[in-house]
Nanobody, 120 residues
Framework: QVQLVESGGGLVQAGGSLRLSCAAS????????MGWYRQAPGKQRELVAT???????NYEDSVKGRFTISRDNAKNTVYLQMNSLKPEDTAVYYC????WGSGLRLRDYWGQGTQVTVSS
């Protein structure tokens, strides 16, 4: 089994910063893409940022220049540094990973979600 465990959410004032972490554990052969999605109340889940195994990154337009995704392949961990937070960044943030597991099965995995609330 593979698990993604997130940490680092919370309440912050507009303009503040938070850092999310997500560690993958279990029977992992290798990890392709790791990233973060978010879902605000009444809205669909949307991509925030992704990082490939070669550390190529991709960002949703509204977070470019404010959020930075990074990845430690040795620790199977992905981070999201969020700066200059805005109230519209308020959402549940989900970690995502595309993982080759035991038996060479490629599957998508999701974390349990962590709440980020930005007050104005």
């Amino acid at each position: 089994q593979v698990q993604l465990v997130e940490s680092g959410g919370g309440l912050v004032q507009a303009g503040g910063s938070l850092r999310l972490s997500c560690a993958a554990s279990g029977r992992i052969v290798s990890i392709n893409v790791m990233g973060w999605y978010r879902q605000a109340p009444g809205k669909q889940r949307e991509l925030v940022a992704t990082s490939t195994s070669s550390l190529s990154t991709n960002y949703e337009d509204s977070v470019k220049g404010r959020f930075t995704i990074s990845r430690d392949n040795a620790k199977n961990t992905v981070y999201l540094q969020m700066n200059s937070l805005k109230p519209e960044d308020t959402a549940v943030y989900y970690c995502y990973a595309n993982i080759w597991g035991s038996g060479l099965r490629l599957r998508d995995y999701w974390g349990q979600g962590t709440q980020v609330t930005v007050s104005s």
